[in-house]
């Protein structure tokens, strides 16, 4: 039981499991009927005003929108893992020098230290 506990403590392994909660979340919520039942058509023959189909249209793309952030925060943390594995986790990809604990904490799939992030999105 350490073992688990210990595992739940690491911030990879429980950023992995709030975003698959969240990916699962976004399925069941916002994925789970068709395009009919979503938008509450009763009938295919029964016209419903444009706008109706706008808002569903609308939400739908802010849906995939989080999914596809969702799916990429997916990918980084797996990237982590396995860098993790190879016993290059915790080392700036750009720099090399060893990413803070706090960063780490806090961005547990960081590739980046902070500084070489800031000067990342300053591009």
């Known amino acids: 039981m350490a073992k688990r506990k210990a595992l739940t403590e690491d911030p990879l392994i429980r950023k992995?499991?709030?975003?698959e909660h969240l990916r699962e979340f976004v399925e069941k919520t916002s994925f789970a009927g068709d395009e009919q039942e979503v938008s509450g058509e009763l009938s295919a023959g029964v016209d419903q005003h444009p706008a109706d189909f706008a808002d569903v249209t609308e939400q739908r793309g802010r849906d995939y929108a989080i999914?596809?952030?969702?799916?990429?925060?997916?990918?980084?943390i797996q990237d982590a893992m396995r860098r993790k594995?190879?016993?290059?986790?915790?080392?700036?990809?750009?720099?090399?020098?060893?990413?803070?604990?706090a960063?780490?904490?806090?961005?547990?799939?960081?590739?980046?230290?902070?500084?070489?992030?800031r000067r990342f999105e300053a591009v």
Do not use: F, H, M, S
């Not at 992995?16 to 975003?19: L, M, N, Q, R, S």
């Not at 594995?85 to 915790?90: F, L, P, Q």
């Not at 960063?103 to 992030?117: D, F, G, S, V, W």
């Open 67 to 76: 999914k596809q952030l969702l799916e990429q925060e997916a990918e980084q």
């Open 103 to 117: 960063r780490l904490k806090a961005r547990p799939e960081a590739t980046l230290c902070i500084n070489c992030q």
């Open 85 to 101: 594995a190879e016993g290059r986790y915790g080392i700036c990809e750009e720099c090399g020098q060893k990413i803070p604990k």
């Open 16 to 19: 992995a499991e709030e975003v």
